[in-house]
């Protein structure tokens, strides 16, 4: 990857690309800085310490920790995203048929998409800036109000709306997908901090007695995570060949191909989804913290919801195995692909085209999602259960969800530079 970077700065047009990109990087994370107004700061470090807050800040960048200009990230535009691709499985019937209308269907999903957005990053804003302030006992809001938590929720939906923008302007004129790639530098960022804590606690601030051993329990872990970074890139990698053979190539020998399908067919969507479920009743119920805090239901169900806990992350876990089969039918309809085969003259030897096809996809399908979900599972859960029993820092226990986002997009990122030096290329041979 890195000698890929090297060649892509050689290229003025991708040169200018990667520029642009880390231009709006910066004035993202900028953004991440500047605090709303009206806002207590000295009550920011009381919020800090909830455990609701970095789980939140897994794809706000850091930003939901200084109640900043953009606290909600990209998270609602996300849910909008995997709502409206839900709503095209035969559910609104005009969805529906805006996404057989190609790029104009294109447009008016992608507009509805838009305004979702908007209704789920004002009502969440208001949600957690009410909840910090009235029912955590943080006092978050200086002078608070019903026009003023209005006016901080519009606040922050601007927000989300241009970083929503911001993204789309990194897609189009910039390196890979915006949104992902806000996630990923949100995440990037985060890490020195994560490094220096781990240093202070263990090798600072530690007796001297105790300092060798930690040392080399910090070697040992970094042994570990390279271990598993290795791990996911491999299985990011994988793919699954299936062979296409057609029937209209008269050319002999030139008739056969291959279809890969990803061992993870849905990525790191699964994990994002299986997050918003854990969110949401977490910031439901702090609505009766103050008055029911001590109650046993609520022990219960803050078990239950909260990531910091085995119980909460081992139902985290089942929720991404879930969306991973659930996600993987969305990405890849098998009865749009044996349709578009069977147009195209293709077929799998030794299967007939048409239902049959449609089966094959479906059973591959399973067979590939039940390993990316047993993947994508442990991933998310390895590094929670090794906070909860060994007592690691709470970044580290988050550190599953993000190493799944931070490769992946490194790997698509990659990818999309090797394409662009390979079409210019082409170009150049042609000309």
């Not at 908007?118 to 006992?137: E, H, K, M, P, R």
């Not at 006092?139 to 938590?149: E, I």
């Not at 007939?352 to 979900?373: A, I």
């Amino acid at each position: 990857m890195l000698t890929t970077l090297r060649n892509a700065f050689k290229v003025k047009e991708i040169r200018k690309k990667i520029f642009f990109t880390l231009f709006i990087l910066l004035i993202y994370r900028l953004g991440t800085q500047i605090t709303m107004p009206g806002v207590d700061a000295s009550s920011l470090s009381k919020i800090s310490a909830s455990g609701l807050i970095p789980l939140l800040d897994t794809v706000s960048g850091g930003g939901l920790t200084n109640y900043s200009l953009f606290s909600m990230g990209v998270s609602p535009f996300i849910t909008a995203q995997i709502v409206i691709q839900l709503l095209q499985m035969d559910i609104v019937p005009k969805f529906v048929e805006w996404s057989k209308q190609g790029e104009v269907g294109r447009r008016k999903l992608n507009q509805a998409t838009r305004y979702l957005t908007i209704v789920l990053a004002f009502v969440q804003s208001i949600g957690i800036t009410a909840g910090f302030n009235y029912l955590s006992g943080y006092g978050l809001v200086k002078n608070p109000s019903v026009q003023t938590f209005i006016l901080l929720g519009i606040i922050l939906t601007g927000g989300t709306m241009l970083l929503t923008w911001l993204g789309e302007q990194i897609t189009d004129k910039g390196i890979g997908n915006g949104v992902s790639m806000i996630i990923f530098a949100g995440i990037i960022a985060r890490l020195p901090n994560g490094i220096y804590q781990l240093v202070r606690d263990n090798i600072i601030n530690a007796k001297a007695s105790e300092r060798p051993l930690n040392i080399l329990w910090l070697v040992l872990l970094l042994i570990v995570i390279l271990f598993i970074v290795y791990w996911v890139t491999y299985v990011q990698q994988a793919n699954r060949k299936v062979p296409i053979q057609y029937t209209r190539r008269a050319t002999s020998g030139g008739n056969e191909s291959y279809l890969p399908l990803k061992v993870n067919v849905s990525g790191v969507i699964p994990v994002i989804f299986a997050s918003s479920f854990i969110i949401t009743p977490s910031t439901i119920l702090m609505i009766f913290q103050a008055n029911h805090g001590d109650e046993g239901w609520y022990q219960v169900l803050s078990n239950i919801f909260s990531m910091q806990t085995t119980v909460g992350a081992i139902i985290y876990t089942l929720l991404i195995v879930l969306f991973t089969f659930f996600y993987a039918f969305v990405q890849v309809n098998p009865e749009k692909l044996a349709e578009n085969l069977q147009k195209q003259g293709a077929y799998i030897p030794s299967v007939w085209p048409g239902k049959e096809t449609e089966k094959y996809f479906s059973g591959l399908l399973m067979r590939l999602s039940t390993v990316g979900s047993i993947f994508l599972g442990l991933i998310a859960l390895l590094p929670q259960l090794a906070t909860n029993i060994f007592g690691l820092p709470q970044s580290i226990g988050l550190g599953g969800t993000s190493l799944l986002i931070v490769v992946g997009v490194a790997l698509e990122t990659s990818r999309q530079l090797e394409g662009l030096m390979m079409k210019r290329r082409y170009i150049g041979f042609i000309r």
